[in-house]
């Protein structure tokens, strides 16, 4: 069993999740949005999302992290701020010694819906039927469950295809 903590990055709204994994059992744990202060300058804001991130981890205690990687914005500026969110969303739970992984958003609702073409409703809805009690107060939090989900598949795959190679090896000896 893993506790799995998805982050969809935003400088104004960060979506979070947790999941509990079982092997291909999920289970919903928490999930919420980090929401900052517009009024503030970019590095208080920056930081209230590394108080906030820390905080969760303090209280879930994942055993591992994935961020959903972000589309390049039109507006450079909003692209450049964004970026910066994501570099502390990606940095929080890497100082904090959990492994983090990246997946691009094609590939979350792949694994979510089936398809990477999906909508954010159906990215949504497909969340309410694989975590129910998931409580998706807003899309950033669905996301952020959405990429939880995403990891917990490959997570899974990659355990079963090092425990194939392991009897491989074995059965080689």
Do not use: F
Not at 82 to 91: E, F, H, I, K, P
Not at 110 to 119: Q, S
């Amino acid at each position: 069993m893993a506790l799995l903590l998805g982050l969809d990055p935003g400088l104004q709204h960060t979506g979070w999740g947790v999941v509990e994994s079982a092997g291909s059992r999920l289970r919903h744990v928490a999930d919420g949005v980090i929401s900052t202060t517009t009024e503030l300058s970019l590095a208080e804001r920056l930081c209230q999302i590394h108080r906030a991130l820390n905080a969760l981890m303090d209280i879930w205690k994942p055993d591992e992290a994935a961020v959903e990687h972000t589309y390049v914005n039109k507006n450079p500026g909003a692209a450049l701020k964004l970026g910066q969110a994501r570099g502390v969303v990606l940095l929080a739970p890497a100082m904090a010694g959990l492994p983090v992984a990246e997946y691009q958003a094609m590939e979350v609702k792949r694994a979510v819906v089936g398809t990477g073409h999906a909508d954010k409703i159906q990215v949504a809805e497909m969340v309410r039927r694989l975590l129910p009690g998931a409580t998706l107060k807003r899309a950033d939090a669905s996301d952020a469950l959405a990429v939880a989900i995403c990891h917990a598949h490959h997570r899974g795959t990659r355990m079963m295809l090092a425990r194939a190679q392991g009897l491989g090896g074995q059965a080689a000896r």
